[in-house]
Nanobody
Framework: QVQLVESGGGSVQAGGSLRLSCAASGYQYSNYCMGWFRQAAGKPRDWVSSITVRGDTYYADAVQGRFTVSQDNANKMLYLQMNNLKTEDSAVYYC???????????????????WGQGTRVTVSS
């Protein structure tokens, strides 16, 4: 069974850091583009970052320079290191897998077929 499980969310003050993890199982991880999305209350699900199998990374403008995506292919783990967090970063964060290796130009949730259950990040001022 294909599964993504996020962890690492929590509450932090503005300027702080969190590291999200996503454990993948049940599919050939190395063939997929992996991504992070977030959804704040009452807002659509927004793309945050993506990483290809070979390690090419992509970031939304809002997080560029503050967030870093990485992966451990051997252990099927995806990570999102979030530094200098802002209150506007508060959201439920989801990891997702796209059933194609290309990440470039892919930002829509509709392009990702597999989703985790989400982990909540709350940033207070």
């Amino acid at each position: 069974q294909v599964q993504l499980v996020e962890s690492g969310g929590g509450s932090v003050q503005a300027g702080g850091s969190l590291r999200l993890s996503c454990a993948a199982s049940g599919y050939q991880y190395s063939n997929y583009c992996m991504g992070w999305f977030r959804q704040a209350a009452g807002k659509p699900r927004d793309w945050v970052s993506s990483i290809t199998v070979r390690g090419d990374t992509y970031y939304a403008d809002a997080v560029q320079g503050r967030f870093t995506v990485s992966q451990d292919n051997a252990n099927k783990m995806l990570y999102l290191q979030m530094n200098n967090l802002k209150t506007e970063d508060s959201a439920v964060y989801y990891c997702a897998a796209r059933k194609f290796p290309r990440c470039s130009g892919v930002y829509s949730p509709d392009d990702f077929a597999i989703w985790g259950q989400g982990t909540r990040v709350t940033v207070s001022s």
